[in-house]
């Protein structure tokens, strides 16, 4: 199989870009690994034997392809036609292992006997953690010691599959700090370890890498369209953006078709000025992060400022580099959402769809409030994952909106 | 002429270059500890430039750089503090610090600055070698100052020919598969790497840091190096108990053991 052409205004360049963003910031002491990945993760991946394991557990463990449901409720309540992707179906209930799956199989052929992970809301450590047990490889998995608290099942799931949870005490203890740690694992085991990074972000070739490995959700949505109104092209695609990996495999074999409409829904947190936000798009401004040159949220002697989100998936201060290309040309339109908002889509889903979403995954789906359609419009909102792992933020959500 | 060529020019053993992070203990004492390493003989100072998410480094000195922040450390607080030292000094100095840090000043404001105040050089690990060829290495030579780039046990040969040659100042030769900080002693295989370093007769001179922590792995990387580059250890001597310039002096002067004893 011959890997898609890169001739796209939208895809990496050689050196890693996209536009002005991406790239690789490295300390040389990657270099050699990620250098070793830029030359031949392409030949690696569309190599005929990878893509035919990576389809066959696509389709027999993780269960894709993943359903294109036409939501009739949803859609008589915003007055258009709202398809959802159900990336909620996979296995481990999220989108995060359709890159899991593809990594793992990159790391058997690299040779890695060891894999780490960073994780923020744990659903990229249990997807990492799931396809380490699958393939029988050591894993290690970073995690904010403050999410750890705050995501207490995901940290059990992870231990009951083997996985090792490193606790990261450094900085602000989440997201960014366990990221930092995965990398410094990396600095001091640069031979036996591959590091699984769980969204479009890092230095090249990694989200131009995920991103390839999520776009499966964009390749079954063409067909899954045709097959249901005709055509292969909705009038939008609407996705929540952390790090952006879910978004960008929604968007991916759109990106040149300027017809569709992208819609990236970060998380607004409090309100977007509120000071306890994480709407990188708005309050984000040129600088680098993990490796990657794109927007972030930083202090103007630039040091990285800790977002806030009530989802602990959305938290991060940055965005992939593809997504801050797609804002800065218009290309995609950023909407922000805050919690309130958020969790008042999770209701709204879950009692006229029977679907209970992920907290981010919600924010997608309160961007249909902020969005002009038409009536006649076909919207596909991806709906990245399942709220299982919320329970707990929503009872307590509950029971404090009772109090007041 | 800069400082640290002048340096190199007049010294080629035992050089010893101390890190410390700008602003820690206490804000103020960047002044102190610069002028105390002096008295202790100490060859070049490197600054670090307190940093949120210092990729490149180990647990402490992130904490250090945690606590300078905490402090209220910025880069004109620094450039300031520079600027004091300078009328007292003229010990060849070094910022250490993250390429965004440099992005988000305006790099050229950045290096000019630097250049005002009486920088010499500077390490930025995450800059990559194509960008500074491309946009600053024209820039550095026009104001004096140096720039030194990495060099790993993982740094193939080709590399290192290209990043001796862009490399102004001395090489930094990391010593290990590690960050900042660990402990681990010299390793056999790290000889080797040394040895072939070596054999390169490369133009510039060379530093090694990462696990350089006292009088031992100094000697030893003294002797395949011009001198090394001592970080981690000295940040956490600097939080230890009695006077600053104790804990300064104690420190160095069990580095520098050996030598003083030849003498």
Known sequence: MIHPATNSAYQVDDLGFYGEFGGSYIPEMLYHNVEYLRKNYLNIIYEDQFQKEFKDLLKNYVGRPTPLYFAKRLSSHFGTNIWLKREDLNHTGAHKVNNTIGQILLAQRLGKKRIIAETGAGQHGVATATVCALKGIECIVYMGSVDIERQAPNVSRMKMLGAKVIPAESGSKTLKDATNEAIRDWINNPEDTHYIIGSVVGPHPYPDMVARFQSVISEEMKWQLKEQIGSENPDAIIACVGGGSNAAGAYYHYLDNENVRLVAVEAAGLGIHSGESAATSVLGTKGIIHGSRTLLMQTEDGQIIEPYSLSAGLDYPGIGPLHSHLIQTGRAEAISITDDEAMDAVFLCSRKEGIIPALETAHAIAALEKMIYKDSDHIVINLSGRGDKDLGTFIKYIADHEQD | ?263
């Open chain 2, 1 to 263: 002429m800069n400082r640290i060529k002048s340096l190199f020019e007049r010294k080629h053993s035992n050089i010893l270059n101390v890190y410390f992070t700008a602003g820690y203990p206490n804000l103020e004492d960047t002044f102190e500890i610069a002028l105390g390493l002096e008295g202790c003989g100490v060859d070049i100072i490197e600054l670090g430039m307190p940093y949120s998410d210092p990729l490149a480094d180990g647990p402490t000195i992130q904490e250090s750089g945690s606590r300078a922040l905490k402090n209220g450390m910025t880069l004109d607080i620094l450039f300031t503090q520079i600027e004091k030292l300078r009328e007292q000094s003229e010990l060849p100095l070094i910022l250490m610090g993250y390429f965004n840090q440099v992005m988000q000043y305006g790099d050229k404001k950045f290096f000019e600055r630097c250049k005002a105040v009486g920088v010499d050089g500077l390490i930025l690990p995450d800059l990559p070698l194509h960008v500074f060829e491309r946009d600053y290495h024209q820039l550095f030579k026009e104001l004096e100052l140096t720039i030194s780039f990495l060099i790993t046990p993982q740094t193939p040969d080709s590399r290192i020919r290209k990043i001796d040659s862009l490399t102004t100042g001395f090489i930094y030769v990391v010593s290990s598969y590690a960050i900042t900080g660990a402990k681990k002693g010299i390793q056999p295989y790290q000889i080797d790497y040394f040895k072939r370093i070596n054999a390169m007769e490369l133009s510039n001179p060379k530093l090694i840091g990462f696990g350089i922590s006292d009088h031992k792995t100094f000697t030893i990387a003294c002797e395949y190096a011009e001198g090394a580059i001592i970080g981690s250890a000295f940040i956490k001597a600097l939080g230890g108990l009695g006077s600053l310039p104790e804990r300064i002096n104690a420190f160095i002067s069990n580095i520098k053991m050996k030598e003083e004893i030849n003498s």
